[in-house]
């Protein structure tokens, strides 16, 4: 079926709101993941979701960013009081297997975002 | 701690002209290693993934091979085109979810 989608595809937001970002994996894929690729840089591991495991949050920059995975499927990255060093793409991907050889990931168009 | 690096950062040819992207990571205790293609405000499209056991892996003009023992990966694109012009990523998988990226290469085939 249809891909990895995220909404909004840009967010332009001020400083001190709170924002919410969405994903919405492949169907079926029971593992998903969140990145940021700020401006000039790689991408950078922000939390995964496996199945209805907690979730591993160990790339989370700070207490401000949270997210949550309903259902096993859709996802919602939430920011709190955004500051101007948050301003990335926001980049959602799932996969079919979560571990092993063979866990390709497949990545949505992403979610830019802009703080003022 | 793993590290990925893609060289070169930056790659200018023109059209039909055969080239090598280059990835290269410190430790060889992967799972598999996968090339993405993200073209300027979209999101990556996969290209190639080569899983631990193989050596390389083939889909139309692209070729990606792995060699765990010295961690390199390289990237080859035949007969480029225009349309091939776009940053060119490699990601290494550490085991489970861990995934770490390369900075990219980003590339521009002149017509």
């Known amino acids: 079926g249809a891909g990895v989608s995220q909404s909004p595809s840009n967010k332009v937001t001020e400083k001190g709101k709170d924002v919410e970002l969405r994903c919405d994996p492949i169907s079926g894929h029971t593992a998903l993941y969140w990145y940021r690729q700020s401006l000039g840089q790689g991408l950078e591991f922000l939390i995964y979701?496996?199945?209805?495991?907690?979730?591993?949050k160990s790339g989370l920059p700070s207490d401000r960013f949270s997210a949550e995975r309903t259902g096993g499927s859709v996802s919602t990255l939430t920011i709190q009081r955004t500051q101007q060093e948050d301003s990335a793409v926001y980049l959602c991907?799932?996969?079919?297997?979560?571990?092993?050889?063979?866990?390709?990931?497949?990545f949505g168009p992403g979610t830019r975002l802009t703080v003022l | 701690k793993q590290e990925v690096t893609q060289i070169p950062a930056a790659l200018s040819v023109p059209e039909g002209e055969n080239l090598v992207l280059n990835c290269s990571f410190t430790?060889?205790?992967?799972?598999?290693l996968q090339w993405f293609r993200q073209d300027p405000g979209k999101g990556l499209t996969s290209l190639l993934l080569i899983q631990s056991s193989q050596r390389e892996q083939t889909s139309g003009r692209l070729n990606a091979s792995l060699d765990k023992s010295s961690g390199r990966s390289t990237l080859y694109i035949a007969a480029s085109q225009p349309g091939d012009s776009a940053t060119y990523l490699c990601a290494v998988n550490t085991g489970g979810f861990k995934t770490i990226f390369g900075a990219g290469t980003r590339l521009f085939v002149k017509a």
């Open positions: 991907a799932s996969s079919l297997v979560p571990a092993g050889d063979y866990n390709e990931q497949f």
């Open positions: 430790d060889s205790a992967i799972y598999n």
């Open positions: 979701f496996q199945g209805n495991s907690a979730p591993d």
